[in-house]
């Protein structure tokens, strides 16, 4: 079983649509929750993140955490097609002396139709 | 202020050839960590410094991967011999210390023929 686990897509949507995007993930020793956007050629740009469960809001993104559900998602209302790119979770885990490393799940190439 | 910045952006080698990628970080930023994806893959994890030290390499693939940040400012990542397998996108994230959001290069692409 992967540690984090994303529906790769793709999702194609009428402009001003309400869109939802979901990871769950199997590691509860997962600290903090992000997402990242990604336009093509280009790297991860962070968009959100949150380190406990419950909704975050930013402008037209709602994160949302279930730490007992182990899920994560996030809402983009009034969606434009300028969020055409690929959505990616990632999750932040500790390692042995003091390290840290993110674990990313596949990404969800969404496009936004004008 | 500039972000963290990736060199080349695109190399085509050949198997059996060597290629150096270099990564700048945002100034100031401590942390250092490079990823790979690989196609129809996540982006995984590769290895992590803190200034000029190597906190943490368990992604690391092989032997035939070196990474290196003398002087704890830049980095380079070199793959030698590089093999087809070793084809993908690398990127390089920085932050101001372990625990803190990483931001991301825009990758250098590797194509291994």
């Known amino acids: 079983q992967k540690e984090v686990e994303q529906d790769p897509g793709p999702l194609s949507v009428p402009e001003g649509a309400i869109v939802s995007l979901n990871c769950t993930y199997s590691n509860s020793a997962f600290q903090y929750f992000m997402w990242y956007r990604q336009y093509s050629r280009k790297g991860p740009e962070l968009l959100m993140y949150t380190y406990s469960s419950g909704n975050k809001e930013d402008g037209r993104f709602t994160a949302q955490v279930d730490k007992s559900s182990k899920y994560i998602s996030l809402f983009i209302r009034d969606s434009q097609p300028s969020d055409s790119a690929t959505y990616l979770c990632?999750?932040?885990?500790?390692?042995?002396?003091?390290?840290?490393?993110?674990?990313f799940g596949k990404g969800t190439k969404l496009t936004v139709n004008p | 202020e500039a972000g963290v910045t990736q060199f080349p952006s695109h190399s085509v080698i050949e198997k059996g050839q060597t290629v150096t990628l270099r990564c700048d970080p945002i100034s100031g930023h401590d942390n250092l960590y490079w990823y790979r994806r690989v196609m129809g893959k996540e982006i995984k994890f590769l290895l992590h410094?803190?200034?000029?030290?190597?906190?943490?390499e368990s992604g690391m693939p092989n032997n035939r991967f070196l990474a290196e940040r003398t002087g704890g400012t830049y980095s380079t990542l070199k793959v030698q011999p590089a093999e087809l397998e070793d084809s993908g996108v690398y990127f390089c994230?920085?932050?101001?210390?372990?625990?803190?959001?990483?931001?991301f290069g825009a990758g250098t692409r590797l194509s291994v023929l």
């Open positions: 410094f803190v200034k000029e030290s190597k906190q943490d």
């Open positions: 990632a999750m932040s885990l500790a390692l042995q002396g003091g390290s840290e490393k993110l674990v």
């Open positions: 994230a920085s932050s101001a210390q372990t625990g803190a959001l990483q931001y």
